[in-house]
């Protein structure tokens, strides 16, 4: 190659690559339209969304990879997010209600099975999954941006976010999306909490923990895991938090306890010196006192060491102002109270109350509130995961989970996949005029079509009560929109970009039942459809309203609604398989209740009886509207055909070649008593 040349087309490379670079900097700022804050598993999914919209965006992380949280986190390096593999089925939106680890991409093969085929798997798998995800969809990804403040300014232009990292370097976005996580270790204070050990730092070497009595502070997963490990080794482990424990089994929720973790329960119901009792912490004092025990392994004979005893607050005495290792045996519980349970000394006393959100970098300008939930450790969000006074800084994540805190699956990643691409959608909309994507379908499709996103979808699986299917009825045709923020309903307009019409509206969601049973004892499941408003377990719940709800038929919805009370509702009785394509109990009354809704027959007829009907009646039904009288010809079975042929429109040869008279054999006869016909072999499992 020619020197001159060569030179040519490096400059050229050079000036491309230095123009690509001027236009991210002005006046020293690097400007992006999109800043994603962390490069976890919520910032790696919106980055995704971004890619793929082709804007213009970069995410920025501390540290050296991405998902470094699980670098650490948990402690004892296993993860209870289900990696259900083999589920018998080929289909990918079915398989993702059982695999909770991977994130939405147009790459069928870029899921978490190809890390780890565990059924629990390691927490070292998820950083080398999420490297993998960054590397295959060439996500825009800084590492080593340690930002320490974030704050908004005002101009001509509207308002943006500054962000300034560790070098004094900024970065502007007009839209900033906080995917940090929780990571900074929630703590209470009380008298002695300075003797308490901390989760994030404790020995993950059970043995550590051989013959020593040992008392947690929480009862969630992470205080279980801790107990899990030491349970063989300790002498004895208490756990102390003010609430009870709650079963994830029982609640539905996924952030309280796993049966995973709980081996606990065992010991302790069947006393073998484990146990659990609630007291609020901040009314707890943690009293240190040395004293003479037995030689243990190692020491000497009579040596001295310190214990740590529980007591309460309200026995010391008033007005005392000693450290709180100095306590006299009058102080402590076991003085008053003679069976006080917690009367024995510890060895060690450990926190483990789980993570809270990062507030600190975010200056006055720039900072949501604190959430009214989960005691403020989470910032508080609108419907639509905007930071609360902080219009263009969005949430995403387990930091956005007190929208559905304690309810459905926000705060993990099966769960936030699904609302990262809510907020995308909803991004695209309002910056880009790119309304929430749609399917339009003839009002003859819409019970398939709604039998197919029930036993398949699994965004509004995962995400219950908080995501679900928004159909915009228009008479012999309907909208179909996936995935809406339900409590955003009453903004619906605004958000998606698509206008609810005089026919009304319905929306499909998946819920639980709300009466309190024995989710293991008989009769714990309801089989009858005709009482499928009693269902317990998820299961699909129809809402029709003849307009779109407001702000105060939202605010006055009856308690534990996930939407105001409708114009009419359908529950389709719950269903072991979670298929709901029965076609009595499920299929039947679907369709019954969308004709009372669209007023409308939606029952599929053959080609034979819309034939018939075109001759006998000024109006066929709307299935054969829009389907044989719309040019769809005239299938050749049965008694038409043979009237057919008796009429000599066909050769007898052709009728014989064709399919054979009578009912067809793949069509069941106990589906007639359903109202279907021919649309019976509807196969969902696409």
């Given at each position: 190659?020619?020197?001159?040349?060569?030179?040519?087309?490096?400059?050229?490379?050079?000036?491309?690559?230095?123009?690509?670079?001027?236009?991210?900097?002005?006046?020293?700022?690097?400007?992006?339209?999109?800043?994603?804050?962390?490069?976890?598993?919520?910032?790696?999914?919106?980055?995704?969304?971004?890619?793929?919209a082709n804007?213009?965006?970069?995410?920025?992380?501390?540290?050296?990879?991405?998902?470094?949280?699980?670098?650490?986190?948990?402690?004892?390096?296993?993860?209870?997010s289900?990696?259900?593999?083999?589920?018998?089925?080929w289909?990918?939106?079915?398989?993702?209600?059982?695999?909770?680890?991977?994130?939405?991409?147009?790459?069928?093969?870029?899921?978490?099975?190809?890390?780890?085929?565990?059924?629990?798997?390691?927490?070292?798998?998820?950083?080398?999954?999420?490297?993998?995800?960054?590397?295959?969809?060439?996500?825009?990804?800084?590492?080593?941006?340690?930002?320490?403040?974030?704050?908004?300014?005002?101009?001509?232009?509207?308002?943006?976010?500054?962000?300034?990292?560790?070098?004094?370097a900024?970065?502007?976005?007009?839209?900033?999306?906080?995917?940090?996580?929780?990571?900074?270790?929630?703590?209470?204070?009380?008298?002695?909490?300075?003797?308490?050990?901390?989760?994030?730092?404790?020995?993950?070497?059970?043995?550590?923990?051989?013959?020593?009595?040992?008392?947690?502070?929480?009862?969630?997963?992470?205080?279980?895991?801790?107990?899990?490990?030491?349970?063989?080794?300790?002498?004895?482990?208490?756990?102390?938090?003010?609430?009870?424990?709650?079963?994830?089994?029982?609640?539905?929720?996924?952030?309280?306890?796993?049966?995973?973790?709980?081996?606990?329960?065992?010991?302790?119901?069947?006393?073998?010196?484990?146990?659990?009792?609630?007291?609020?912490?901040?009314?707890?004092?943690?009293a240190?006192?040395?004293?003479?025990?037995?030689?243990?392994?190692?020491?000497?004979?009579?040596?001295?060491?310190?214990?740590?005893?529980?007591?309460?607050?309200?026995?010391?005495?008033?007005g005392?102002?000693?450290?709180?290792?100095?306590?006299?045996?009058?102080?402590?519980?076991?003085?008053?109270?003679?069976?006080?349970?917690?009367?024995?000394?510890?060895?060690?006393?450990i926190?483990?109350?789980?993570?809270?959100?990062?507030?600190?970098?975010?200056?006055?300008?720039?900072?949501?509130?604190?959430?009214?939930?989960?005691?403020?450790?989470?910032?508080?969000?609108t419907?639509?995961?905007?930071?609360?006074?902080?219009?263009?800084?969005?949430?995403?994540?387990?930091?956005?989970?007190?929208?559905?805190?304690?309810?459905?699956?926000?705060?993990?990643?099966?769960?936030?996949?699904?609302?990262?691409r809510?907020?995308?959608?909803?991004?695209?909309?309002?910056?880009?005029?790119?309304?929430?994507?749609?399917?339009?379908?003839?009002?003859?499709?819409?019970?398939?079509?709604?039998?197919?996103?029930?036993?398949?979808?699994?965004?509004?699986?995962?995400?219950?009560?908080?995501?679900?299917?928004?159909?915009?009825?228009?008479?012999?045709?309907?909208?179909?929109?996936e995935?809406?923020?339900?409590?955003?309903?009453?903004?619906?307009?605004?958000?998606?970009?698509?206008?609810?019409?005089?026919?009304?509206?319905?929306?499909?969601?998946?819920?639980?039942?709300?009466?309190?049973?024995?989710?293991?004892?008989?009769?714990?499941?309801?089989?009858?459809?005709?009482?499928?408003?009693?269902?317990?377990?998820?299961?699909?719940?129809?809402?029709?309203?003849?307009?779109?709800?407001?702000?105060?038929?939202?605010?006055?919805?009856?308690?534990?609604?996930?939407?105001?009370?409708?114009?009419?509702?359908?529950?389709?009785?719950?269903?072991?398989?979670?298929?709901?394509?029965?076609?009595?109990?499920?299929?039947?009354?679907?369709?019954?209740?969308?004709?009372?809704?669209?007023?409308?027959?939606?029952?599929?007829?053959?080609?034979?009886t819309?034939f018939?009907?075109?001759?006998?009646?000024?109006?066929?039904?709307?299935?054969?509207?829009?389907?044989?009288?719309?040019?769809?010809?005239?299938?050749?079975?049965?008694?038409?055909?043979?009237?057919?042929?008796?009429?000599?429109?066909v050769?007898?040869?052709?009728?014989?070649?064709?399919?054979?008279?009578?009912?067809?054999?793949?069509?069941?006869?106990?589906?007639?008593?359903?109202?279907?016909?021919?649309?019976?072999?509807?196969?969902?499992?696409?």
């Amino acid at each position: 190659m020619e020197p001159n040349l060569l030179c040519f087309i490096l400059s050229t490379l050079f000036g491309f690559a230095l123009t690509s670079f001027n236009q991210h900097l002005h006046n020293g700022t690097r400007h992006y339209n999109y800043c994603v804050l962390g490069a976890g598993p919520a910032g790696l999914q919106m980055g995704f969304f971004l890619s793929k919209a082709n804007r213009d965006y970069i995410i920025l992380e501390r540290n050296s990879g991405p998902g470094s949280f699980f670098n650490k986190y948990p402690r004892h390096r296993k993860l209870i997010s289900i990696n259900k593999i083999h589920t018998g089925r080929w289909n990918r939106e079915f398989n993702l209600r059982h695999d909770w680890n991977s994130l939405l991409s147009d790459n069928p093969d870029l899921l978490f099975r190809k890390v780890s085929g565990e059924f629990y798997p390691p927490a070292d798998a998820f950083p080398l999954y999420l490297s993998t995800f960054v590397r295959e969809l060439g996500l825009k990804v800084q590492y080593g941006v340690d930002v320490g403040r974030v704050r908004s300014v005002q101009s001509a232009a509207g308002r943006s976010y500054v962000l300034t990292d560790q070098h004094a370097a900024d970065y502007s976005c007009s839209v900033l999306l906080v995917a940090t996580g929780l990571w900074v270790p929630q703590e209470v204070e009380f008298a002695g909490s300075d003797l308490v050990e901390g989760y994030e730092s404790i020995s993950t070497n059970p043995d550590d923990y051989k013959g020593q009595a040992v008392l947690i502070l929480g009862k969630g997963n992470s205080a279980f895991e801790t107990t899990q490990s030491i349970l063989g080794r300790a002498s004895r482990v208490h756990m102390l938090s003010s609430s009870p424990v709650r079963l994830a089994w029982q609640t539905h929720y996924v952030g309280d306890l796993r049966a995973v973790n709980n081996e606990l329960l065992d010991t302790y119901q069947l006393k073998s010196l484990d146990g659990l009792v609630e007291a609020h912490l901040e009314d707890i004092v943690i009293a240190k006192q040395e004293e003479r025990g037995r030689r243990r392994s190692g020491g000497k004979k009579g040596e001295t060491r310190a214990k740590l005893y529980l007591g309460l607050q309200k026995f010391r005495q008033a007005g005392d102002e000693r450290n709180a290792s100095d306590v006299s045996p009058e102080e402590l519980p076991g003085h008053h109270i003679d069976n006080f349970p917690l009367r024995r000394p510890y060895d060690r006393v450990i926190r483990c109350l789980g993570f809270r959100f990062n507030f600190s970098i975010f200056d006055s300008s720039a900072r949501p509130p604190h959430s009214h939930n989960a005691k403020g450790r989470l910032p508080g969000v609108t419907a639509w995961y905007e930071g609360k006074n902080t219009p263009g800084l969005f949430l995403l994540g387990t930091a956005s989970h007190s929208r559905d805190y304690r309810g459905s699956a926000g705060g993990f990643v099966h769960g936030f996949r699904y609302t990262a691409r809510a907020v995308h959608r909803l991004l695209e909309h309002r910056y880009h005029g790119n309304p929430w994507p749609s399917t339009r379908l003839m009002t003859t499709q819409l019970t398939s079509w709604i039998l197919k996103r029930v036993g398949e979808a699994s965004g509004p699986y995962q995400m219950f009560e908080v995501l679900g299917d928004v159909i915009l009825l228009q008479g012999s045709h309907c909208e179909y929109i996936e995935e809406f923020l339900l409590q955003a309903l009453p903004r619906f307009a605004s958000l998606s970009g698509h206008e609810v019409s005089s026919h009304g509206l319905i929306v499909v969601v998946m819920q639980y039942g709300k009466k309190k049973i024995d989710y293991l004892g008989r009769g714990r499941a309801e089989t009858d459809w005709t009482k499928a408003w009693k269902s317990n377990f998820l299961h699909p719940v129809l809402y029709y309203y003849d307009s779109l709800p407001t702000e105060q038929d939202m605010k006055m919805r009856p308690h534990g609604w996930p939407l105001p009370r409708p114009k009419a509702i359908h529950h389709m009785v719950e269903d072991f398989l979670t298929e709901w394509d029965g076609p009595l109990s499920h299929i039947q009354p679907l369709r019954r209740f969308l004709e009372h809704c669209i007023q409308t027959d939606l029952r599929a007829f053959s080609a034979e009886t819309c034939f018939r009907s075109a001759l006998t009646h000024r109006r066929s039904p709307l299935s054969c509207q829009q389907g044989y009288l719309n040019q769809r010809g005239v299938q050749r079975y049965g008694q038409l055909t043979r009237g057919v042929y008796e009429a000599g429109l066909v050769p007898a040869e052709q009728v014989s070649a064709g399919t054979s008279t009578g009912a067809s054999p793949a069509f069941p006869n106990y589906l007639a008593p359903a109202g279907a016909s021919v649309s019976s072999g509807l196969k969902l499992d696409l």
